[in-house]
C-alpha cells in the first residue's frame, strides 16, 4: 500500500514569512507550491523549488484566485475562459522555475476558496481542468476525494489523484467543515494520525456529526500553516510507515 504526503508551501511573500517549509519539507513527498496570486513571489517560488529538489520532494503547483490580501480564501466569480487562463498562466509560472533547477512539475493543485468551489461547480472544475490539460495532460490534477471534479478529470483523460485532509474536519457529504466554523481544523497528533491510519487503510473517515464518510487517499494534506505542521507531518508518515504503508511522491501512485 503506497500513499502521498503532500503540504502547501511557498506562501511567504516580500518580507512576510509564513509556514516552515524547511522543516515541513523534511517529512512529505510532495510540495504544491503557492505561484504568486493567492501568496508567493518569483524568489520564494524559486527559494522553495529549489529546496524541494534538495530534500528530493517532487513539486506541483498550487494556483488560486488573484487574491493576495485575502490569501485566496474569499469566493471569486469567474467565467469558464478566465479560469481556465488563470490555471494555465499560473502553471506556467512555476514550470518557468521547475525548468530552471532542472525537475519536472508533476501536479496541480488549486488552492483555498478555489478548491472549495470546484466541488459545487461543475464548468468551473471543467475550465480548470481544462486549463491543465492545455498544459500537459500528465499532470496529475489533485482533487477533493469522491468529489465530482474528480470524476470529470477522469472523463476529461487528466491524471487525477484523490485528496484527503489530514487535520481538517468533514462533513458527512464529503466535503471539508468550513475555517469560519467551530472544530474545523483539528491539532491534536493523535486523533490526526488516528484519522489518517482509518482513510488510508479502511477508505472512510468519521464526519463532524459522528457519521462515516467513505473515501479513497491517493495523497494526504497536511497544512504548512498548521503551527503544529511540522509534529504533525512526521507524526503521520512515522505512523504510517509503522502500518507498513509507504510514503511516495503522487507520481509513484497515479499512472
Known sequence: MKVD????????????KLGLDEEVMNHITSANVAT?????????????????????VAVGAHPGYPDLLGFGRR???LTPEEARNYILYQIGALYAFTKAEGIELQHVKP?????????????????VIEGIADFDKNLIF????????AEIAGEMGVKV???????RAYNPDGTLVPRSQPGSVIHEEEEIAERVISMVKEGRVKAINGEWVELKADTICVH???????????????????EGVKVVPMKEIIR
Open 142 to 149: 489533485v482533487a477533493l476525494s469522491g468529489s465530482r471534479p
Open 5 to 16: 504526503l503532500n503540504s502547501d508551501l511557498g506562501e511567504s511573500f516580500g518580507r512576510y
Open 161 to 167: 489523484a484523490h485528496e484527503v485532509f489530514a487535520d
Open 75 to 77: 469566493y471569486m466569480k
Open 36 to 56: 504568486g496570486w493567492h501568496a508567493g513571489d518569483p524568489i520564494v517560488m524559486r527559494r522553495t523549488v529549489r529546496l524541494a529538489k534538495e530534500k528530493g
Open 224 to 242: 504548512g500553516d498548521n503551527p503544529k505542521a511540522v509534529e504533525i507531518a512526521k507524526h503521520i508518515r512515522e505512523v504510517l510507515e509503522e
Open 111 to 127: 488552492h483555498g476558496a478555489l478548491y472549495n468551489a470546484l466541488v459545487g461547480e461543475e464548468k468551473l472544475a471543467r475550465a
